[in-house]
């Protein structure tokens, strides 16, 4: 019986077709997998899964939406930044060059002059900073002088306060800032002892500040938290704000406000405060601010932030391990450890380091490393990495000490000068508002702060010219007559280096026979006429013969006389 026909074709191929499609198949597959190892693997992102019964859903997912705009918004903003700094760059670079076309030399000393590299000599950076300080107080109105509460007398200058004072234009306000480190009972004695002289408002700095890049479009998301380790609340701004305005000769004009105080005091972080933006450079290093920088506050205060008054080394040395600004590599921090070690309460330090007693400041630095986990290699401890650890706590805002006012109030201030000082200011109203501001704050107890016997009103420099004497620096050599020396002493070794050279290279010819061959340096024979000098007989010392024995050496030994 025939077969039926199938309805379907049949699957049958030739091997060589069936291995060529397994051939290309297998090649697909290779530039899939080398694309996919390339470009990486896409991972899907996933949609925020709030459920539909989560209540405020649609308040949330706008709030994720802001954030992200956001985030974007601040990366265009950084790139912005950056690209407007690389152009101010290549701008500054392209003038110097344009400079340079310009001054042609036109002797040879100084084309030599131009080729040679100058020692590049640092500015003293001392001196530029007594420049600035004298520029902010000159173009203020109002001098703010900001002190530390910890230790008020001792962030005072003198020589800053009669500068201020010699002008009977100016004004001269406190203000006492890190009011939260200390306990209130000592805010207040200090208060009450300064408010004798000058005006002294009391203030805290805010810790949760925003960066001025950010937009503000009035959510929370908008802030950038700097510190959240403390109270991110302003205290005292309002009111230091409503005196300024007081100020003011009208309400359309407006006055100039100049910071002063020395270093770690809080000039910088103050402004932002007031602004409630990051204006200027904050940091827990010290001389952070190098330049003088003018920050609008509203429409009539403008102030200008200065860097730290310069310390005269007349000081008693505490103040001068606690006050300088300029460190140098030769400074000794176990020193300066060891003088505020000296003026404190032992069971203090102990109870707030959680150490136990010591003897002196090695060993505290010793166990305070130990503590910490600051040790090198094989266990022993690192305590310069210690002293300075505990520097920069007692100098920042992390500890809390406090010293006394003085019992005898020694006014270095005339009474014209201290009537003229409280003009506009209404001494019951500031008093008032300065125990509100101590009633809001939470400040330490006197158990768990340090005392701190030792309070001195701290001398400054101003003057420029008394920095020459006491702090000379090497400075560049501008007169031409010692370049033209340094040129002459250049020529000279040029000189003597040739004239060797040639020296060189005679000796060498001499040596040279005419056939190439070097001649053999003549043997020289030691006879008994030859004399040696007495350097020369120590240097050849005495000769030695192994062919004879010498007839003093006794060969013969008795080991009887050693092992009997």
């Known amino acids: 019986m025939r077969r039926p026909k199938l309805k379907k074709g049949s699957k049958r191929m030739t091997c060589s077709r069936r291995f060529k499609i397994q051939k290309k198949v297998r090649e697909h597959n290779r530039k899939v997998k080398k694309e996919a ?45 950056r690209q407007n700094e690389v152009a101010k760059k290549r701008k500054l670079e392209k003038e110097d060059k344009k400079e340079k076309k310009e ?47 910890r230790d ?22 406190l203000v006492l800032n890190k009011i939260d480190l200390v306990p209130k009972d000592n805010i207040e ?53 409503r005196y300024l305005h007081g100020f003011c000769p009208k309400p359309d004009e407006g006055i100039k406000v100049g910071l002063i105080g020395f270093s770690n005091v809080g000039k910088s972080s103050l402004i932002n405060s007031l602004k409630q933006f990051r204006v200027c450079n904050v940091g827990a290093l010290k001389g952070t601010t190098r330049i003088i920088q003018d920050v609008n506050i509203d429409e009539n205060i403008k102030m200008t932030d200065s860097p730290s008054l310069v310390l005269c080394p007349d000081n008693p040395p505490v103040t001068l391990a606690m006050r300088n600004v300029f460190e140098k590599d030769n400074d000794d921090f176990l020193e300066a450890v060891r003088l505020i070690i000296k003026h404190c309460e032992k069971q203090q330090i102990m109870l707030k380091y959680n150490i136990s007693d010591f ?90 702060s340090i005392s701190f016997h030792f309070s001195h009103m701290t001398n400054g420099i101003l003057d420029d010219t008394e920095l020459k004497e006491q ?38 010819e001499e040596l040279i026979e005419d056939n190439g061959e070097e001649k053999k340096p003549k043997e020289v024979s030691l006879t008994s006429e030859t004399k040696l000098t007495e350097p020369a007989k120590e240097s050849a010392g005495k000769s030695v013969r192994f062919d004879k024995l010498e007839e003093d050496a006794d060969d013969a030994y008795d080991f009887s006389t050693d092992f009997n």
Not at 416 to 430: F, N
Request: aromatic residues 4%; charged residues 35%.
């Open 359 to 448: 003897r002196n400041s090695l060993e505290f630095l010793d166990l305070v490393a130990r503590k910490r986990g600051l040790l090198m290699k094989g266990g022993v401890t690192n305590v310069k990495a210690a002293a300075r650890l505990f520097l920069d706590d007692w100098m920042g805002a992390r500890l809390s000490y406090h010293t006394q006012p003085p019992a005898s109030s020694s006014f270095h201030i005339s009474t014209e000068q201290i009537a003229t000082m409280r003009k506009g200011v209404d001494l019951k109203a500031l008093d008032e508002h300065n125990k509100s501001i101590i009633k809001a704050l939470r400040c330490p107890s006197p158990a768990s």
């Open 103 to 149: 001054a042609k030399p036109k002797d040879k000393k100084e084309t030599q002059k131009a080729t040679k590299p100058k020692k590049q000599v640092a500015r003293n950076p001392v001196k530029s900073f007594c420049i600035e300080v004298n520029k902010a107080i000159e173009a203020s109105d109002v001098v703010l002088e900001v002190l530390d509460a």
């Open 37 to 81: 190892k390339k470009t990486g693997p896409k991972k899907t992102k996933k949609d925020i899964s709030i459920p539909n019964d989560a209540p405020f859903k649609e308040d949330i997912l706008r709030e994720a939406e802001l954030r992200k705009q956001m985030r974007e918004d601040l990366k265009k903003a950084q790139k912005l930044e």
């Open 152 to 173: 008020p007398l001792g962030s005072r200058c003198l020589q800053a306060e009669q500068l201020v004072l010699q002008s009977p234009k100016k004004k001269l306000l």
């Open 189 to 241: 004695k200090w208060l009450n002892f300064l408010n004798k002289e000058i005006p002294t408002i009391a203030f805290k700095c805010s810790t949760q500040v925003r960066e001025k890049n950010l937009p503000s479009n009035g959510s929370k998301a908008t802030s950038s938290i700097v510190d959240i380790s403390k109270g991110t609340v302003c205290y005292g701004g309002d009111s230091l704000l």
């Open 471 to 508: 702090n000379p620096e090497p400075e560049e050599q501008d007169s031409d007559e010692e370049e033209d020396a340094a040129d002459d002493d250049d020529e000279e070794e040029e000189e003597e280096e040739e004239e060797e050279e040639e020296k060189e290279e005679l000796m060498e």
